[in-house]
């Protein structure tokens, strides 16, 4: 079946750069994309969420870009802090029905002070 | 708003014993909820979907007859994973939704000896 995946599964980077953290989707149905924060033995965590007739959409130090054309989403987050330090993963929604979520693999993202 | 609790957090039972985990929305109705398992370094994987006052839907390859979902009420989801064995030890995570976005639970971790 189809499937999200992630090119990356562990990011190091350092406090107060820029985080730049993939994903790409497989379903072209799509058309609901979430990205989340998961930090260990949490649940997870809604970051910023972007529909399918946009490309761009910035939360707070968030922004997440999707490019329909080659099936790619991209979380960045600005100005990176230890607290952001989790695995990130990014879902697509379906359009299968009763709000259906289907995550991608997940990225380590590891920040050093 | 849009909080969602599991209890308990973690247990950890015999090989061959039955354990119950509930998933409430504390401040909304929730007319499906989700029940998501993950293991150690992995995705989240959707496990069943249930509507309150019917039957779960299970994905395929999850046995509906090992681990029973009863959705009673708008508040309360229930997951009992019956005859547990030590590969059924995962992190189980469950979400509610009032037909949009999902609100996850904080999860709770299973340990089968």
């Known amino acids: 079946g189809e499937s999200v995946g992630l090119h990356l599964p562990t990011l190091s980077v350092q406090e107060g750069d820029n985080s730049i953290i993939n994903c790409a989707y497989s379903n072209s149905a799509s058309d609901y994309f979430i990205w989340y924060k998961q930090e260990s033995g949490k649940g997870p965590q809604f970051i910023i969420d972007?529909?399918?007739?946009?490309d761009k959409r910035q939360g707070q130090r968030v922004t997440v870009l999707l490019n329909k054309t080659v099936k790619h989403l991209s979380l960045q987050i600005a100005a990176t802090q230890p607290g952001d330090s989790a695995v990130y993963f990014c879902a697509e929604n379906p359009t299968s029905g009763y709000s259906t979520l289907t995550f991608g693999k997940g990225t380590m993202l590891l920040v050093s002070p | 708003g849009a909080v969602v609790s599991q209890h308990p957090s973690w247990v950890i039972c015999k090989s061959g014993t039955s354990v119950k985990i509930e998933c409430r929305s504390l401040?909304?109705?929730?007319?499906?909820m989700f029940w998501y398992r993950q293991f150690p370094k992995q995705s989240l994987m959707l496990m069943a979907t249930?509507?309150?006052?019917?039957?779960?839907?299970?994905e395929q390859g999850v046995e509906k007859d090992k681990f029973l979902i009863n959705h009673a009420s708008l508040t309360l989801s229930t997951l009992t994973v019956t005859s547990a064995h030590p590969e059924d030890s995962s992190f189980y995570i469950c979400s509610a939704s009032t037909g949009g976005e999902q609100f996850f639970g904080p999860g709770t971790r299973l340990t089968v000896l």
């Open positions: 972007i529909r399918s007739n946009m």
């Open positions: 249930s509507n309150e006052g019917s039957k779960a839907t299970y």
């Open positions: 401040d909304f109705q929730a007319t499906t």
